[in-house]
């Protein structure tokens, strides 16, 4: 169970600071993922604590020791790339070998130990083929292969599905969990995509220009962002905002409502006077829900979901009722209020 | 491309006539070369000469293989070609590898700038110094001397084409055997060049033509007949009074067939190895 | 579990950095550095010490007096040894020689480059058969090709008179390399066979590198076929022609191997050229200073060449 501590690390290239100082401890077993939009600084981070780019301040301890200096295979990390990175000349079977051949583990050792990889993944059909005669999927499979066949202490991952359709996307994303929940080794896993995050993640860091936004579990991030930045970042359609007049109205500068947490009622009789009037546009019809766009007659434009049998005129002046409870309150420098 | 159907007649037919032409004219010396070499002396000086050969001999090959220091020649040429392809891509390799991946790095900026210019210097224009300078270290009439100067004059197109071919490598493939405990040095040499295989011998092979067709160096650089190449070795041949012209183009052929076969191997790099800067004329 | 999201300490308020700290932040690029000197420097001591010393050699010979041969000869020159190669009656022949000899060659080869480089873009079976025919001379190494053309051309068993005499265009077998009339050219002439296959691949090269959709929609504009060749493919091809012509300017221009495997400068100096002449000087007068007084014109030349053209690319790029 390996702990991983960056204290007061930082980056910058040349002049320009990709990565402020910052803080992060990551506990033994965690799976951990770094989401931000690109150019966060997420996947310099997780390089930096992998030793392929070095650091420019601070330290990185790895279960206690100070690993800053250490080059990339002496942290004891394994990593899984976003192109999967096999090397086209080996086999499968000499691919997943290769990092103990490099450790000069004794040939037989190296035989048992990649059969026993490659049977927990599904690959001993293919140990002898090379990459160039896989599958996207399959290719992955040898990349984490090569990963774990050395017991590392933690294993990082950069962007491992992207290159995946979304089908194998969903299959690879069980997988990898699945694995992690076998192994009980610390990960790190970067990835752009917030639905992987959210499924996969024990503890969210979500990053922007290099600096951490929040820490926290998934549905801590999703339920209470600490800013504007991670709110509208989580979460599918993005949060809806309000400011000004109609946000002052349910009690802060900035207000945020999540598309289900509006109710859409008809404009025509209705009394009530915490309902936002407007004019519905677009509605898409996903089959499971809705999503109607509503212009506002204050301006802004919201997104409400509502069931999928919903169905309302274009033009058709409407009321949108957000439910308080579940309403975000942010200072006018995007902060979250707490109450 | 959209042509009227006369349009396209019109252009095939130009195209092959253009193409006939120039494949006859560029076919013919060797084809030529050939019946020569496989004619006896009697049908070669025949001031009526014919493609057609009566009675086809490999005497000329004998005689070239037997009875001249062909084969001295022959030999000396592969072990200078062979020595400076094998030095050239092994300098050139390390040197690629910093253009590679530290190009932004202001000493590999100012080599490659010197390589860039050193590409253009043509090799007649240093002949007296370099001639001088092998002199006085006592190396002419040496393979060194050659070996030295084919080095030079090579490293600079192999580096850049090279270059080309360790750029198309992913960088996520060296951070790869970093990670998995591969050294810089073990990188090279375990990944990147068996990676690049095919660009590596197309380099190698293309330097190994460059030397084996030098022609000026080797005829300044060796007075010695025991270690002269090939291509001089040829045209003194054909000095010699009465020029023995079957002699001559079965040598010719012999000479060819080295680099025609690396040709064959090279042809599908021409295009690469252009882009690359790494073809001379 | 994981703590702390302190992200704000700007770089000013960090605290100190240990010492240790600070020697690695210094060691980390410089060990980059010194591995990217060890594997240039192989390289760069090689091209140093036989391309840039040589060269600094030959200006600094070119203002003095040396001899290949005796040692005694020295002292510095002056301008002494340009103006005893600019006074040599060599000189001028030399040159008109060079300029006859290099506009031709490479005229000769443009055009047939273009030629076939066009032929060779159009889709037919066993192109690649052909364009590996049509490289072929360019393969070969001069020396065999030079000798191999002299066999064709020979006065007594030379296949081409044969058969020019046999369809009548000549009267009697002619010394097309052994009479001063005809050697220029008929060595230009060999020049371009072996040459232009170069211009051939280059060529090829841009052509398919031009995208299909611009001829088509030039077609749906009406544009006819020759005219798209004008509008579309001469344009595309100019850069690559431009840096073709200039570079082999320079080539043929300083070309020795060619002449001097074929006439050896010969007959009556008639196919004497600037390069010839540096080897002449070199290692048949022995004379250092006049060789190299003649290599450094020719290589202001060349600069001057590279400039211009520089200055064309530069100007096309402003435009």
Redesign the interface.
């Known amino acids: 169970m390996t702990s991983i501590r960056l204290r007061?690390v930082?980056k910058?290239f040349g002049d320009k600071?990709v990565i402020?100082?910052?803080?992060?401890?990551?506990?033994g077993g965690?799976f951990?993922v770094f989401v931000g939009p690109s150019g966060c600084g997420k996947s310099t981070l997780l390089?930096l604590i992998?030793?392929?780019e070095?650091i420019?301040?601070g330290?990185i301890e790895i279960d206690g020791r100070d690993v800053?200096?250490a080059?990339?295979?002496e942290r004891g990390?394994?990593?899984v790339?976003?192109?999967y990175?096999?090397?086209?000349?080996m086999s499968v079977a000499e691919n997943i070998g290769?990092?103990l051949k490099?450790?000069g583990v004794p040939k037989a050792a190296i035989a048992g130990k990649v059969a026993e990889a490659a049977n927990r993944l599904n690959l001993t059909e293919l140990l002898e083929r090379r990459p160039s005669q896989l599958s996207g999927g399959q290719r992955q499979r040898v990349a984490i292969g090569?990963a774990i066949v050395r017991a590392p202490k933690a294993f990082l991952f950069d962007e491992p599905l992207s290159n995946l359709d979304a089908a194998l996307r969903a299959g690879m994303r069980i997988e990898i969990a699945e694995l992690h929940r076998q192994l009980g080794t610390t990960m790190i896993y970067v990835t752009h995509d917030q639905v992987e995050a959210m499924t996969m993640a024990d503890?969210i860091?979500v990053l922007n220009k290099?600096?951490?936004?929040?820490?926290g579990s998934p549905l801590e991030i999703y339920n209470t962002p600490a800013n504007l930045f991670v709110a509208q970042f989580i979460g599918s359609p993005t949060m809806n905002i309000l400011r000004g007049p109609a946000a002052d109205a349910l009690g802060a500068p900035v207000i945020g409502i999540r598309p289900e947490h509006l109710a859409i009622v008809p404009a025509a009789g209705n009394g009530t006077d915490d309902g936002l009037p407007g004019i519905a546009a677009l509605s898409e019809h996903l089959g499971s829900d809705t999503f109607v766009h509503v212009r506002l007659n204050e301006g802004a434009t919201v997104n409400a979901r509502v069931t999928g049998e919903f169905r309302i005129d274009r033009g058709a002046p409407v009321v949108v009722v957000p439910e308080r409870a579940h309403l975000h309150r942010f200072t006018a420098n995007g902060e979250a209020l707490r109450i | 491309m959209v042509v009227s159907a006369r349009h396209r007649t019109l252009s095939a037919l130009t195209t092959g006539f253009v193409l006939v032409f120039f494949v006859a004219f560029c076919v013919f010396p060797f084809l030529w070369m050939l019946d020569t070499a496989f004619k006896p002396a009697a049908e070669v000086f025949s001031t009526a000469p014919t493609l057609w050969i009566a009675s086809p001999t490999f005497s000329n090959f004998r005689a070239v293989v037997l009875e001249s220091p062909f084969l001295i020649y022959f030999g000396n040429s592969l072990i200078v070609a062979g020595v400076s392809t094998i030095l050239t891509v092994s300098l050139s390799v390390f040197a690629s590898y910093a253009m590679s991946r530290w190009s932004y790095l202001s000493v590999t900026q100012i080599v490659t700038g010197g390589l860039i210019v050193s590409q253009m210097i043509p090799g007649v224009l240093l002949l007296i110094p370099l001639y001088v300078l092998i002199r006085n270290m006592g190396l002419l009439s040496t393979y060194a001397a050659l070996v030295i100067v084919y080095c030079t004059f090579m490293v600079p197109l192999a580096s850049f084409m090279l270059k080309g071919f360790f750029d198309a490598v992913p960088r996520e493939l060296e951070e790869a055997a970093a990670m998995d405990g591969c050294s810089r040095l073990g990188f090279i040499l375990r990944i990147l060049l068996p990676v690049t295989l095919p660009g590596l011998m197309a380099t190698a092979v293309f330097a190994f033509i460059a030397a084996w067709n030098e022609f000026m160096f080797g005829y300044v650089l060796i007075n010695d007949d025991a270690r002269r190449t090939l291509t001089p070795g040829i045209m003194l041949f054909k000095g010699s009074h009465q020029t023995d012209w079957g002699s001559l183009t079965a040598a010719s052929v012999l000479a060819a067939v080295p680099v025609a076969l690396g040709f064959v191997y090279v042809q599908r790099f021409l295009i690469t190895g252009l882009t690359a800067g790494a073809v001379k004329g | 579990m994981t703590t702390m999201d302190m992200a704000t300490g700007s770089i000013a308020s960090r605290p100190q950095a240990g010492i240790g700290r600070a020697a690695r932040r210094v060691l980390w690029p410089s060990a980059r550095v010194r591995a990217a000197c060890a594997f240039l420097a192989p390289v760069a001591v090689l091209v140093a010490a036989l391309i840039a010393v040589p060269l600094a050699g030959v200006l600094w010979q070119s203002l003095h007096h040396a001899s290949l041969i005796d040692a005694a000869v020295g002292g510095f020159a002056g301008l002494d040894n340009f103006r005893m190669v600019l006074d040599d009656e060599h000189f001028v022949p030399a040159l008109t020689h060079t300029l006859v000899w290099t506009v031709l060659s490479v005229a000769g080869e443009y055009a047939c480059g273009l030629a076939t480089a066009l032929a060779l873009a159009q889709p037919f079976r066993g192109r690649a058969l052909v364009r590996g025919l049509i490289i072929l001379p360019w393969v070969i190494p001069i020396a065999i090709a030079g000798v191999n053309w002299a066999w064709l051309l020979n006065p007594d068993y030379g296949v081409l008179n044969a058969w020019l005499v046999r369809m009548g265009v000549l009267a009697a077998p002619f010394d097309w390399l052994g009479r001063s009339e005809t050697a220029l050219i008929t060595v230009t002439l060999v020049n371009v066979w072996r040459s232009f296959p170069f211009y051939t691949i280059s060529l090829l090269a841009a052509l398919t590198s031009i995208p299909d959709d611009l001829y088509e929609a030039a077609a749906l504009d009406g544009a006819g076929i020759v005219r798209r060749f004008f509008v579309i493919t001469l344009p595309h091809l100019r850069p690559v022609s431009l840096t073709l012509i200039v570079i082999h300017i320079i080539w043929t221009a300083i070309n020795f191997d060619f002449i001097w495997v074929m006439t050896q400068g010969g007959p009556l100096d008639a196919t004497e050229t600037l390069p010839i002449l540096i080897y002449r000087y070199a290692m048949q007068e022995f004379d250092v200073g006049l060789a190299c007084a003649l290599a450094t014109l020719s290589m202001a030349a060349m600069a001057m060449l590279f400039l211009v053209q520089a200055l064309l690319v530069r100007a096309r790029e402003a435009r």
Do not use: N
Request: aromatic share 6%; charged share 15%; proline share 12%.
């Open positions: 007061q930082s910058t600071t402020p100082p910052l803080d992060l401890e990551i506990a965690e951990v390089r992998a030793g392929l070095e420019s301040g330290t800053s200096q080059p990339p295979a990390l394994a990593m790339f976003q192109s990175a096999l090397y086209p000349h290769f990092p490099m450790a090569r503890t860091v290099g600096r951490i936004e929040q820490i």
